[in-house]
């Protein structure tokens, strides 16, 4: 007896939702990142205005001076929707992981002398403070943006700001050996010592900008893109001549968290400069603004972290860096 075994193709009606294929059109399967980021939120039948804010709409466009004719033109060049981002994060943790076992496990912290610690800890675990103002900041982005396609991008940035502030916590965990003294010093540094005042009234003056397009520009492509380069690139270098590679192992997520979050900066800022000259000179307006405002409040720090005679030149060759990675990633000429 013999058996002969047929397939059958199975055609499907359709190879997406329709909200998707009524921008890819219908024939055209859609990306997981496209399923989970076009037309989610909420446009229509809002049952009533805010009670705390009843000249707007729940994600009301006229929230921001941006104005785009479809805020589902940003993509996200990292492709992040919950899945895709879980999966990088938790391969990201594994190494951070791992570099803090191998700290830990060769002592590697003993080889470094009282004086570099305490340097360490004078100049990182207080941007912990810095880095929960900085998930405020994305929450609130979040809340009150407009379109899926930047709003959960900034979530995501939000929650991984916590996990920084957590690795920064860890740091001075083992400076003190667990004893949390150094995170209740690094708390009284920002509260209190002069260096960090101009820093702490920058990010408090950021938790109260009501346009969130303003504060996605101050927070996440100036702040950020004076701050990481200040600490983990040239901070982290100097104090490599004593330290070796230790503190570098210990801030490695940091590094790569923000080398991958550029990507996404810049399409972003790309993306609006692209749709109009008002767009492009709003954007360029706030970004020349809040660099001046940023290079004063880290300048103290930037001494206190480098010394007086180049903090001030690393603030401006940081400065001069950021303008070009605008201009050549973004197209924004400041």
Not at 48 to 59: G, N, V
Not at 197 to 202: F, K, N
Not at 230 to 254: K, N, W
Request: proline share 3%; hydrophobic share 40%.
């Amino acid at each position: 007896m013999s058996i002969e075994i047929k397939t059958t193709s199975i055609e499907p009606l359709r190879h997406t939702f329709s909200n998707v294929a009524a921008r890819l059109g219908v024939d055209k399967p859609a990306s997981r990142y496209q399923e989970a980021t076009f037309d989610l939120q909420p446009t229509v039948n809002f049952h009533y205005r805010p009670t705390w804010d009843p000249d707007f709409e729940l994600f009301d466009e006229r929230r921001t001076a941006i104005r785009m004719q479809d805020w589902y033109t940003f993509r996200d060049p990292r492709q992040f929707y919950y899945g895709t981002w879980t999966i990088t994060r938790s391969r990201q943790q594994e190494v951070a992981e791992r570099n803090f076992g191998f700290v830990e496990k060769r002592n590697l912290l003993d080889t470094v002398s009282k004086e570099g610690k305490a340097k360490a800890a004078e100049i990182l675990l207080p941007l912990r403070h810095l880095e929960y103002a900085a998930n405020l900041n994305n929450c609130y982005i979040t809340a009150y943006g407009s379109g899926t396609a930047i709003t959960q991008a900034t979530s995501f940035n939000a929650i991984d700001r916590l996990g920084i502030a957590q690795y920064l916590s860890r740091l001075g965990l083992l400076l003190d050996g667990n004893s949390g003294q150094a995170l209740d010093q690094a708390k009284q540094d920002w509260m209190q010592s002069g260096h960090w005042q101009p820093l702490r009234e920058l990010a408090e003056t950021t938790l109260v900008t009501k346009d969130w397009f303003e504060l996605y520009v101050a927070q996440n492509v100036v702040l950020d893109g004076l701050l990481y380069p200040l600490i983990y690139e040239r901070f982290d270098a100097a104090m490599a001549p004593e330290a070796g590679s230790t503190f570098s192992m210990l801030m490695e997520f940091q590094n790569e968290w923000y080398a991958d979050t550029t990507r996404w900066v810049d399409a972003t800022i790309k993306t609006a400069v692209a749709e109009s000259d008002q767009n492009r000179e709003q954007i360029a307006s706030w970004t020349h603004d809040w660099m001046q405002r940023c290079s004063a409040a880290l300048g103290p720090v930037a001494d206190r972290a480098l010394g007086e005679n180049q903090g001030a030149a690393v603030l401006d060759e940081l400065r001069d860096a950021l303008a070009q990675r605008l201009e050549k990633k973004a197209g924004l000429s400041l």
